[in-house]
């Protein structure tokens, strides 16, 4: 057979030739073609050499380090065969106004072909504030849709079969309740809970006092409840349409939103992983059936080759540190699902059309970093809500470059690249040290307290602003061809009659239930909310089920546990 | 000439938490030599104005992210002057995701600047420093 010399990376003589180009090649040209700035940097800050060589692979083992796919270390994917054998699931972040408004467009994705709907929430429902509490004005149906109890939920999922339509839920400060929702919504309809044909659960608090500030209780106590969701779907469900229920994924999206970089993405991301999955196992939950459902959901930003690498290094590391740390050697827990929201915070509100390019390219960046669940922003979203064609646009662009882009044809092809590696690398190697940093200060409720994340997270946002504005990093419409006149753009627009509907509608339900039933489960709930300050491994979800099948109010219910446990004090440091 | 420190009250009111604007907007400030005070996420209007008169700030500046900053201006500005805390002494900007169409309804509030996402932190430093000047300017020639 007439075989090509393997290319075999000779080191010495590289780093020989490589001088040689350095000053007979690469100097010469430099003299006529200056650099256009003093230094490259990724968007994270990381400095970028101009040229990446095999000898930045100088200790880099293929088998130890990179690997197969669906194999440890997970560096080029969690699954063997990657989009080969890939199926998206149509899904929907959506909700807005009054359960017709939103009840009107969930219907019109489902028609339209979403087999997932993930339910946005306004904020006075995500921090367990009914519709008609006073600190909700000017709120209800804003960010998302009013489920301030049971018959919201009804009139919100009317005409959508849950059996043939999953069902997802942003909620992190009320797992609980949420899970709780979902349950009595399908035994209204008569339906097995667990014939729910998907459940998914965002159920993650720790995100909620790093980036987003939806938070409730005190990060220990928030913790435990999320775990209660976890627990009860892992005993309830057990061996029924578990696998296809999510109770909890990880978020690093809004840390890096607000300002965060990548590799602190990885390391916080891991921080709050194993602090869910001690929390779980405290429960004497198996840790496979624990892992194995929970997946990071990353943000993926614009730099295409920091992202790539930053999924590669989070896969790497998440493998090494479980079983290093949880003594497990078992695939499906090794192997980190990823999926992504891309990019929140770098989309810009001048020329909003230009995010389109914005939004493809880190879609592009969550295919090669191997994401296997990818929502992209709507083009708009930097100005308003987004509108349902905007919607629709953020959607498919996945499925263009999906199909029209080659991007399917094989796993993990930045692999090899000596940039992306050595990237990859140092991503790891910095990520430990954040993870480290959590641990060294007590962990993430303590890092939390001391405004940790708060004053890390403004660290990067400035450096970033700055490099804007002294022109060291160049953005369109920002600070290379600043906008002129915009083009007048269809924004959405919230019915302000929503509102006022909503909190009527909330008015009148507590007139026409059983106010006694109802008196009688926030009693219970307060029972068992006292049993679990005492032992935190007591369950809230049997009386919130209870609560919320009478009719009791989102607001009713969390006052029974604010009195309880407290509420979380946000720390400020400026 | 008033040689005072400008002091400014940065607040987020209402449920929504993304503090990262409003944060930037406050090391900006304090960087440019003004005395900043961050009030945190889920303030009330009452707690703001309380605020506000408490500290005799010379700016008042609103971050918004979810939508609801057109009730929460409105009620701002009624009990401003409900509260005696007139917009020909202080100062009063608004920042955040506001759509096109709002800002000018802010502005015909009274509302002195609107900030929108990609805003030059020094176009916010020059805006709201020539807008107190302008305030402290007629409030001295009118007393």
């Excluded at chain 1, 079969?161 to 949420?178: E, H, M, Q, W």
């Excluded at chain 1, 500030?213 to 029924?240: G, L, Q, S, W």
């Excluded at chain 1, 959607?395 to 690249?417: M, R």
């Excluded at chain 2, 100062?91 to 169409?101: N, Q």
Aim: one cysteine or more; hydrophobic letters at 40%.
């Amino acid at each position: 057979m007439n075989r090509r010399p393997a290319v075999v990376a000779d080191t010495t003589s590289i780093d020989e030739a490589m001088k040689r180009w350095e000053e007979t090649v690469r100097a010469p040209s430099l003299a006529v073609r200056p650099e256009t700035r003093d230094e490259f940097k990724t968007l994270s800050g990381q400095t970028v050499k101009p040229l990446y060589t095999p000898l930045d692979l100088d200790g880099i083992d293929y088998l130890r380090d990179i690997g197969f796919p669906g194999q440890f270390p997970f560096t080029r994917g969690r699954t063997p065969n990657g989009y080969r054998s890939f199926k998206w699931p149509h899904d929907f972040y959506s909700g807005y106004g009054s359960g017709e408004s939103a009840n009107q467009r969930y219907r019109e994705l489902v028609k339209h072909g979403a087999t997932v709907i993930t339910l946005a929430l306004d904020l006075p429902t995500q921090i367990g504030l009914d519709s008609t509490d006073p600190l909700a004005e000017g709120e209800v149906g804003k960010a998302g849709v009013a489920l301030a109890s049971l018959a919201d939920a009804e009139r919100v999922l009317d005409g959508v079969d849950l059996a043939r339509t999953g069902l997802g839920f942003v909620a992190n400060g009320i797992g609980p309740y949420a899970l709780a929702i979902a349950l009595a919504v399908a035994e209204k309809r008569g339906l097995d809970p667990a014939d729910l044909r998907h459940f998914r659960i965002q159920n993650d608090p720790l995100k909620e006092y790093t980036g987003r500030n939806t938070h409730i209780f005190p990060v220990p106590m928030a913790v435990e409840m999320a775990t209660d969701v976890v627990e009860y779907i892992n005993r309830n469900f057990k061996d029924k349409w578990l696998w296809q229920w999510v109770p909890q994924y990880v978020c690093s999206t809004q840390m890096r939103w607000g300002g965060m970089n990548a590799a602190q993405e990885v390391g916080f991301m891991l921080a709050h992983f194993f602090n869910y999955v001690d929390s779980a196992l405290a429960r004497g939950l198996p840790i496979a059936s624990v892992v194995s459902k929970m997946e990071w959901h990353a943000s993926t930003d614009l730099d295409l080759f920091e992202e790539v690498a930053k999924y590669r290094a989070g896969r790497r590391l998440f493998a090494r540190l479980m079983k290093e740390r949880y003594q497990c050697d078992d695939p499906e827990v090794l192997g980190l699902r990823v999926s992504t929201w891309t990019t929140g915070d770098h989309l810009t509100a001048q020329q909003p059309l230009n995010n389109l390019a914005r939004i493809s390219m880190s879609v592009l960046a969550a295919f090669l970093g191997g994401a296997e669940h990818i929502w992209a922003p709507a083009y708009d979203e930097a100005l308003a809500l987004p509108t349902s064609e905007s919607t629709r646009i953020a959607n498919q662009v996945k499925y263009v470059i999906h199909h029209e882009c080659g991007l399917e044809n094989t796993v993990d092809p930045l692999a090899g690249s000596y940039y992306v590696e050595k990237l990859t690398c140092a991503i790891e190697e910095e990520a430990i040290g954040w993870l480290n940093e959590i641990d060294r200060r007590g962990g993430v409720a303590a890092a939390v307290d001391q405004g940790f994340y708060q004053r890390e997270a403004l660290r990067g946002m400035h450096r970033y602003q700055m490099e804007l504005e002294t022109g060291q990093r160049k953005k369109v419409g920002i600070n290379l061809f600043p906008a002129g006149d915009e083009l007048p753009l269809n924004l959405f627009q919230v019915d302000p009659q929503d509102e006022q509907r909503q909190i009527q509608r909330v008015i009148e339900l507590k007139a026409k239930r059983d106010g006694r039933l109802v008196q009688q489960r926030l009693n219970e709930l307060a029972e068992t909310a006292a049993r679990k300050v005492a032992d935190k491994r007591v369950n809230t979800v049997p009386a919130m089920l209870a609560a919320v099948r009478a009719y009791a109010t989102v607001g009713e219910i969390h006052a029974v546990l604010r009195q309880a446990f407290g509420t979380f004090k946000p720390p400020v440091s400026l | 000439m008033n040689k005072k420190r400008i002091k400014v009250i940065i607040a987020k009111i209402g449920l929504d938490g993304h503090e990262m604007g409003a944060l930037l907007v406050s090391r900006v400030l304090a960087d440019a030599g003004m005395e900043v005070i961050y009030t945190g996420p889920r303030q009330t209007v009452p707690s703001l104005v309380q605020a506000a008169l408490e500290e005799d700030v010379d700016v008042i500046g609103l971050s918004f992210l979810t939508g609801s900053h057109r009730e929460h201006t409105v009620k701002t500005l009624q009990l401003m002057k409900e509260k005696g805390v007139g917009l020909d002494e202080v100062v009063l900007v608004v920042g955040g995701v506001i759509p096109p169409a709002d800002v000018s309804y802010l502005k015909s509030l009274g509302v002195d600047a609107v900030f929108g996402p990609g805003t030059d932190t020094r176009t916010i430093t020059s805006t709201i420093l020539a807008a107190v000047e302008k305030k402290t300017a007629r409030h001295s020639s009118l007393a």
